[in-house]
């Protein structure tokens, strides 16, 4: 038998065991084909099918219109933090962000890189990022607002996205795509790297709505455009086959065994629920994020010392809880509970956590 472990790793993470034994069984012989999806042609009849397939299941899952194109860059999300300004700023117009932390501050930067017109128009920077702003006042004149859904590092998550009337979302849903339904129509773009919630790493899932491919300047290099990947259903140039392909298998999961995202919601929430309310009963371990602000995705806490902390750490690992350990920028103990994360990994982590605060 082989042995798991329950794995609360930020990502890459835990994928869907139903998803792990499917490509067991399908390596050698991949749909008849006589060969691993490892070694099929991109241009084949067969990962045609899995490419359309992982689209449309995209777009059933949120519901998104044929007014949404979704395509697959490599580059991971970061690719993204620079490709947003040089595709979809215009001239003349400020771009507006919103700064909840470490994936924020980059894709600012990069803006900034590139002379746009970037206005910060609020962060929770003064608090260390342990916040999602409530208030604050985007530009109608923006090309953009920029903001990351889930806060991966910090464990912050928006509950309820910005909502401006005129100016098109651009959102780094990274670390929650697919965790949740939600209304498409305000979004120029979503970005999510794969490695987090819905596959392995090695590619970007983007969706555009297609007036913001209007925007696209001619003179970029072709693999910077968005409509270079739009044009050719993301096959300009190799896409990373396998990570689609597992993709696609992660969202056939989401809608066929789970039943789609409302579901999925209910599930996160009581995850999240089951984790929060140890610590909220607890004078021993300490959540870093505002009550109305934490992340159901990634939950990031603090022991009494560092000294406790590193032991904590060590303890779940030998007694098969893996991956708890905080960004390496923040310290403290942090457990991702992605879509793939179960119920039954949650509530075995929540035990060891009362154990080993009654031996401490
Ligand atoms: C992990 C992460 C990124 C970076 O993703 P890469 O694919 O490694 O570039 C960006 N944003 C968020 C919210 C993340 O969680």
Redesign the pocket.
Known sequence: MTKRIHNFNA?PAALPLPVLEEMQQELLDFKGSGMSILEVSHRSKWFDEVINDAVARTRRLLNLGDDFEVVFIQ?????QFCMIPMNLAVDGQPVDYINTGT?ST?AIKEAKTLKKQVHVIASSEDRDFCYIPKAFDIDEGAAYLHF?S???IKGTQWAQFPNPRTVPLVC?M??DFMSRPFDPQPFGLIYA?A??NIGP?GT?LAIIRKDMLERVPADLPAMLKYTTFTEKNSMYNTPACVVIYVIDLVLKWLEDTVGGLANMELLNREKGKTIYDLLDRSDFYRGTADKDSRSLMNVTFRLPSEELEKRFIADAQTAGLGGLKGHRSVGGCRASIYNATGLDAVKALVEFMREFERKA
């Not at 580059?75 to 690719?79: D, E, K, N, Q, V």
């Open positions: 990502g580059g991971g999300a970061s690719l994936w980059k990351t889930n806060n991966t780094d990274s670390s790297g490695q987090k790493a970007a």
